[in-house]
């Protein structure tokens, strides 16, 4: 039987402020159509994470963080390390600012609030904050990202290059659903920019 790919989130009740459960659903269509079974599953903070094929760690106001740092003080130790290992990760906005020192040695700073749709060499998505952080950087397997969105939903070649990066490779195909989804992604990059 054909292994079973485990895509995770950490603890969506605190860290999906944006919608980034929905990066997860996209990463699993993606799969499916290429013949890949897989499975969302939702985590508290404490698991073993090496037990999972992908780790989305979502954005959260500041008093989610601090809730969910009091019950879970070793989350962004157990984060780092997954990533330090290798493991594919998805850091967005406040989880990518707390994540940056750990995994790249920056400092976060704070400038002015910006609240726009931006494009980042061909990667669309929402940037909302007053982070200074770059707004979509790979470090090893993970990537930090200041976009919402969810940004795999308007940007699916990213989901692609998770699927690639990770050898989930499929015996099936469905070019054209892909296809499909890709030109819905299209309109929605299209979208953002008119209004």
Do not use: C
Request: hydrophobic share 45%.
């Amino acid at each position: 039987m054909p292994k079973t790919i485990k895509l995770a989130a950490i603890s969506p009740t605190h860290l999906n402020l944006n919608g980034d459960l929905g990066n997860l659903v996209v990463l699993k269509k993606r799969l499916e159509l290429i013949g890949v079974h897989s499975e969302i599953v939702f985590l508290n903070g404490d698991e073993d994470l090496r037990k999972f094929d992908f780790v989305l760690v979502g954005h959260g106001s500041k008093s989610a963080w601090t809730e969910l740092l009091s019950l879970r003080p070793s989350l962004l130790k157990q984060l780092e390390s997954f990533s330090r290992e290798g493991g594919a990760l998805l850091a967005v906005a406040s989880a990518a600012d707390l994540l940056q020192p750990l995994l790249t040695g920056d400092e976060v700073l704070s400038g002015d609030w910006v609240s726009e749709f931006v494009d980042v060499a061909g990667v669309v998505g929402y940037l909302n904050t007053t982070s200074k952080a770059p707004l979509f950087q790979w470090t090893r397997n993970t990537l930090l990202t200041q976009l919402h969105g969810p940004v795999l939903a308007k940007n699916p070649s990213l989901a692609d290059e998770i699927i690639e990066r990770n050898g989930w490779i499929g015996e099936s195909s469905a070019p054209l659903e892909i296809a499909e989804l890709d030109e819905l992604a299209k309109q929605s990059r299209k979208i953002a920019f008119e209004h």
